[in-house]
């Protein structure tokens, strides 16, 4: 099963595979937020609250499947200068302070959980993000 909802993976079968479980992995992350929903943007699955997109899964290519994702001032610049092959500036987005972050089966689950949290915590409304350290024991 191709990831993008406008068909244009490609890869064969253990490419679409790959992608499914990363798409799954993200989905368990993303969902667990408060008031987060997902929904097709732009032909790929994406995660919003409330309305505003938080990340975006995009897999024009299934050898290099990428999330990408709001991020705190700095973060972008700091983390694309340290580690230039796993994060990238994404198209569009990008000059906003996006940050693109590439997925690969080696995936350290706890990290993007972690980026993808920043992110929440970048465009949430202070009522959610206070209701998420509520729920996680105060952060």
């Known amino acids: 099963m ?19 479980v990363i798409l799954a992995g993200l989905r368990r992350i993303c969902l667990a937020l408060p008031e987060t929903s997902e929904r097709v943007s732009h032909g790929s699955p994406a995660f919003f609250v409330r309305g505003k997109r938080i990340l975006a899964y995009f897999a024009d290519d299934p050898s290099d499947l990428a999330l990408w994702c709001p991020a705190p001032p700095g973060v972008q610049e700091s983390m694309v200068g340290e580690e230039p092959d796993r994060f990238f500036v994404p198209p569009y987005v990008g000059q906003h302070g996006w940050l693109g972050v590439r997925l690969s089966d080696e995936l350290d689950w706890d990290e993007l959980a972690a980026i993808i949290e920043e992110a929440y915590r970048t465009m949430a409304p202070r009522r959610l993000v206070a209701r998420l350290d509520a729920e996680r024991g105060g952060a």
Do not use: C
């Open 2 to 20: 191709d990831v993008r909802v406008d068909g244009r993976g490609g890869g064969g079968a253990e490419a679409d595979a790959s992608a499914e």
